[in-house]
């Protein structure tokens, strides 16, 4: 209970700030995976079973096996320490649910824009997003089958992001890898924040 001064009574820790972010990014990248693999709690998802009037639409690239598809939001909490839990939403990546990121990005923190390297097209539209919203980001490239299509220096010139965006290399099903993407974004954002 509060003791009357604002601050938590003798022996009670204050509640951990929140904080939101978001988990971007193209078509069958990881996204649902990501805050799945970090997740403190069981991850809220909207998959819905991909059908035959998607074919030719959603394309989850040459050999995936993806047989659903987010069609609003996941969400996720993971806490990092005593004084900071973040809120994780996971938006839909087909540019039909576009509609959708603005009511999510409200209030959001930063961004983990997830890239699947050998389908750089696909990130495009979730880049120029969180630019011109001027929300920090961090990309984080998707390494499928633990490899890359390209070097993180060929990603970073394709995708046209300046040396202040961070670009990682990580495994979205390793929750190890996706804390430490996490952590750099939190990282960015403070540094832009305090600048």
């Known amino acids: 209970m509060p003791d009357g001064t604002g ?24 996204k649902t995976t990501t805050v799945g693999a970090i997740s403190e709690i069981a991850p809220l998802t909207t998959e819905a079973a991909m059908t035959d009037a998607a074919i030719g639409i959603d394309d989850p690239g040459l050999g995936s096996d993806k047989t659903t598809t987010t069609v609003a939001m996941d969400f996720g909490c993971v806490t990092i320490d005593q004084s900071l839990k973040l809120y994780l939403f996971g938006t839909p990546g087909q540019s039909r649910f576009g509609f959708m990121w603005d009511d999510l990005a409200r209030g959001a923190l930063g961004a983990l824009v997830v890239v699947d390297s050998a389908r750089l ?27 890359l299509a ?25 929750r190890l890898s996706v804390r430490d993407a996490l952590l750099l974004l939190l990282e960015n954002a403070l540094n832009r924040a305090t600048r």
């Open 7 to 30: 601050t938590a009574a003798a022996g009670r820790r204050p509640a951990p700030i929140p904080a939101k972010i978001l988990i971007a990014g193209g078509f069958g990248v990881g």
């Open 121 to 147: 097209d696909d990130c495009y539209p979730a880049i120029d997003y969180f630019e011109r919203a001027k929300l920090p980001f961090v990309v984080g490239v998707n390494a499928f089958h633990g490899h």
């Open 150 to 174: 390209h070097e993180l220096p060929e990603i970073r010139w394709a995708l046209a992001i300046g040396e202040d965006v961070p670009l990682v290399r990580f495994d979205a099903r390793d």
